[in-house]
């Protein structure tokens, strides 16, 4: 079953990983890494998102956001985009970097931000890329350090961070330390990864137990947080579906996309737009053509207008992806 569209309004919290296509590596090098970390705070000031947590392994990537007025497709795809050209370039390859569709899940703040922060700071450690929390606080790829004052990234807010565990920064400082190394004897803690019935429910014994009383209990795969938290995501989102229009910025932004992709697969944009069957120019059509509809709304005959194909052909593409 392909996935919904995307749950984004601006300072929606989203738990957003990024994986190489097919396992492979996003990054072979410390040159690498820091374009990748450029890009990222680059993308977060010029579209208004806020970053609070952040990891960089080799081939995938977390990261805790606060979503700006341009939404969080907007920056993914300036920081992605950008990013995969960059590499593309200068490792001489060409085609996708990442998995056609990083995973976002929208998660509730109350509940759930200050495990996500050390869940993902973790990151490092669980993979073996340091052995200690003390050695984590060095290690440059990981908005820890940034947290504990090793690193300085303003486009990162750690004052939100610090600012649940105390007033004055040093004594913050400790507790937040205080706090991670208690996190990490957890392990993997899957549950921060998802959404779903089982989160929603707070475990597995409470969806039983609810089935026996006959409740109800509301819950996505795309949300984490409790059932009363995804029913106000998802009443949100339809209000937004039935208030959205039209407009020349959506076909502005589906035309900047195609020409980014194309850029970043070496194709050619009139070979797109001319209906070439080539398997790389049907492909990326494909691709598209649901992005456009199922996650920036456009209408099939404005999808097929920038994408040069019939407005039936689109409307057979998203049936077949349903």
């Known amino acids: 079953m392909p996935r919904g569209p995307r749950l984004d309004s601006p300072g929606t919290l989203h738990h957003v990983m990024v994986r190489g296509i097919e396992r492979g590596f996003i990054v072979s090098d410390d040159e690498d890494r820091q374009s990748f970390i450029n890009r990222l ?37 300036k920081f992605l985009t950008g990013y995969a050209t960059q590499f593309n370039g200068r490792h001489r390859r060409h085609g996708h970097l990442f998995q056609n569709r990083y995973k976002s899940i929208v998660c509730e703040e109350d509940t759930y931000f200050l495990k996500l922060v050390s869940y993902i700071h973790l990151n490092p450690l669980r993979a073996g890329l340091v052995r200690s929390v003390d050695e984590l ?47 990490s004897d957890l392990g993997n803690q899957p549950e921060l990864t998802g959404g779903g019935l089982i989160r929603s429910a707070g475990g597995w ?46 076909l502005e932004d589906a035309m900047d996309l195609l020409e980014q992709q194309c850029q970043v697969n070496g194709i050619s944009l009139m070979a797109v737009k001319s209906g070439s069957r080539r398997h790389e120019c049907t492909q990326l059509r494909r691709e598209l053509a649901r992005q456009f509809v199922l996650e920036m709304g456009l209408s099939y005959a404005d999808a097929a207008r920038v994408l040069g194909i019939s407005a039936s052909a689109v409307n057979q593409i998203i049936r077949r992806s349903r």
Do not use: C
């Open 41 to 77: 705070g680059k993308a977060a000031v010029s579209t208004g998102t806020t970053i609070y947590a952040w990891a960089l392994m080799s081939n995938h990537a977390h990261i805790l956001l606060k979503s700006g007025k341009a939404g969080l497709s907007t920056f993914m795809r």
């Open 205 to 250: 014994s409470e969806v039983l137990s609810m089935r026996q009383r006959g409740e109800r209990q509301f819950s996505d795969e795309r949300i984490l947080g409790s059932g009363e938290f995804v029913k106000e995501v998802i009443d949100e989102a339809e209000e937004s579906i039935k208030d959205r229009l039209p407009s020349q910025s959506w």
């Open 137 to 183: 606080e060095h290690y440059p790829w990981s908005g820890h350090a940034v947290i504990m004052k090793r690193l300085d990234h303003d486009w990162q807010d750690r004052d939100y961070v610090l600012q649940y565990f105390g007033d004055k920064e040093g004594a913050a400082k400790q507790a937040y330390r205080v706090f991670v190394r208690e996190q």
